[in-house]
């Protein structure tokens, strides 16, 4: 697979990284831990290079399988994880600097390493500074238990002041055709300041994949049950995505997966997607969408489709979406 840097910071990963949360979080089926560890390992033979994970994805157990599955190519991968809530469970952020160097020493461990590639902020915590936040980290990558540091789901003014204080490697945030809000004043900032974009749900929360019915039903814990945009009402009106995808995958004799990715890799040189999957066919399939190439004819007349379109329902019910900082 391609590579790619990560703004300017010189951390280079593949084109497309691999999102672990589902191996053990957040949807209604998990493989067990073997399977996962299967995945994983196929992964990297695919070419995977960028693995992201974070304590609160199970919570803990998730660290614990990439931990276990990639002890053999340590030395080849880059691992992500993240800090910021508290009692390692999504629930109340906390930030505050003994909290991030008690996380990191834990995650330390269950990823059986020592030290962590990049060390993202999982949500802004209001009550502490950021410029606190990257006090804390830059003690932890002068230490050499972390060696870049980033944010996730940040506004422009805490992306600015954190990274005033330690530079930012990368920004992480949910990102994909259907959900654009980056671009209009995050994208700016990012290029700016040399940042990568890390796009999670780059294809929609498996919407954009195509093998989403308008009646699907999920499963118990499956956390889409909740979300607004997968509601049966407004799954209908967002087929137009899926249909327009079809349409370019059919003509680059590729997938509708895989034209999403294509679509986010040609936005900027420094974006990488990290879709998630259990399955290896699909992360084959996914690792595919590194070779497609969108000409700039046909990323015009995706545009110009796109402009007709416009996703109904929010991406989080109400409680979730407060937990986006987006103060300008």
């Known amino acids: 697979m391609q590579k790619r840097k990560l703004g300017k910071s010189g951390l280079e990963v593949s084109a497309i990284g691999f999102g672990c949360m589902g191996l053990s979080h957040a949807y209604a089926e998990k493989p067990d831990k073997k399977e996962a560890i299967n995945v994983l390992h196929a992964a990297f033979e695919r070419g995977y290079t960028f693995f992201d994970t974070a304590e609160v994805y199970g919570p803990y157990t998730n660290e614990e399988i990439v931990g276990e599955a990639l002890v053999p190519y340590r030395d080849k991968v880059v691992i992500a994880t993240k800090f910021g809530f508290k009692k390692g469970s999504i629930g109340e952020v906390d930030s505050r600097p003994e909290t991030i160097r008690a996380v990191c020493e834990a995650s330390l461990k269950r990823l059986r390493t020592d030290h962590i590639d990049l060390f993202y902020q999982h949500?802004?915590?209001?009550?502490?500074?950021?410029?606190?936040?990257?006090?804390?980290?830059?003690?932890l990558i002068q230490e050499g238990k972390v060696k870049h540091f980033g944010l996730s789901e940040a506004g422009v003014k805490n992306i600015r002041k954190a990274h005033a204080v330690q530079p930012v490697t990368a920004l992480q945030s949910e990102y994909s055709l259907w959900w654009r809000e980056p671009e209009e004043q995050i994208f700016p900032v990012l290029e700016e300041l040399g940042i990568g974009f890390v796009p999670f749900s780059p294809l929609g929360k498996g919407f954009l994949t195509g093998k989403i019915a308008p009646n699907a039903k999920f499963g118990q814990g499956d956390f889409r049950n909740i979300v607004p945009r997968f509601?049966?009402?407004?799954?209908?009106?967002?087929?137009?995505?899926?249909?327009?995808l079809s349409r370019v995958a059919k003509e680059k004799n590729s997938t509708t997966a895989q034209v999403a990715l294509a679509w986010i890799l040609a936005q900027r040189p420094w974006i990488v997607p990290i879709p998630g999957t259990t399955k290896i066919d699909r992360l084959k399939e996914n690792a595919g969408g590194a070779d497609i190439q969108l000409s700039q004819k046909e990323l015009q007349e995706i545009e110009l489709a796109l402009s007709k379109i416009k996703a109904r329902g929010e991406r989080y019910p109400d409680n979730l979406q407060k937990r986006i900082d987006r103060e300008v």
């Open 123 to 139: 949500r802004v915590d209001p009550s502490i500074p950021l410029e606190d936040v990257a006090g804390a980290v830059k003690d």
């Open 231 to 244: 509601q049966e009402e407004n799954l209908k009106v967002n087929q137009a995505f899926v249909e327009l």
